[in-house]
């Protein structure tokens, strides 16, 4: 196999893990994991997008980076600007 092979092969999985929110994530992945030459391959137009759709489609909402407060936001649709009732909007966190 063609390192370029394997270094798709290998973006591949890392997107369908559902770890990856973008190809940018899986290419540092990709770099952490010894493989220098990924931004090249993750460059080309094909494999670059077929990537993205992949982690478009199995990311699975974590936060990309670990220093960010686990979590999401909620926010109130009745709280939001022009809203009866609200005048800004309102955002609390849920664990």
């Known amino acids: 196999m063609k390192r370029t092979d394997e270094i798709r092969t290998r973006a591949y999985e890392l997107a369908r893990s559902g770890t990856h929110p973008d190809r940018v994530t899986v290419r540092s992945a990709l770099e952490r994991e010894g493989y220098a030459e990924a931004r090249f ?10 990537v993205a759709a992949l982690c478009g489609e199995h990311w699975q909402g974590r936060t990309a980076c670990p220093s960010q407060p686990q979590g999401r936001l909620n926010q109130s649709r009745t709280s939001l600007p022009g809203a009866r009732g609200g005048t800004a909007a309102q955002y609390t966190r849920v664990r």
């Open 41 to 50: 391959v993750l460059d080309d137009p094909i494999a670059g997008a077929h």
